[in-house]
């Protein structure tokens, strides 16, 4: 039973940083893409970046130039780097496998405010 854990979610202001962790379990993770998804408030779950298992990456044209995503396969872990952030930018993040969807973790909530 594969499980998806988010981390590193918090309160910045706008221009700040944050890195958000995301604990796989299973035997997967190593072969499997990795994606970061962005739910905000009343609106649709959305694809933010992805990584392939050899580590090619791409992004929403949203968040391209600030976010960075990667992924350690020792640790079965995927990050999200986030920089530069903006007021739009917050909601609820998730990670997932795309196109083979495992359970949904509970998600890390960031919030940009001043």
């Known amino acids: 039973q594969v499980q998806l854990v988010e981390s590193g979610g918090g309160l910045v202001q706008p221009g700040g940083s944050l890195r958000l962790s995301c604990a796989a379990s299973g035997s997967i993770f190593s072969s499997s893409p990795m994606g970061w998804y962005h739910q905000a408030p009343g609106k649709q779950r959305d694809l933010v970046a992805g990584?392939?298992?050899?580590?090619?990456?791409n992004y929403a044209d949203s968040v391209k130039g600030r976010f960075t995503i990667s992924r350690d396969n020792a640790k079965n872990t995927a990050y999200l780097q986030m920089n530069s952030l903006k007021p739009e930018d917050t909601g609820v993040y998730y990670c997932?496998?795309?196109?083979?969807?495992?359970?949904w973790g509970q998600g890390t909530q960031v919030t940009v405010s001043s």
């Open positions: 997932n496998y795309p196109r083979r969807f495992a359970p």
């Open positions: 990584i392939t298992s050899g580590r090619v990456t």
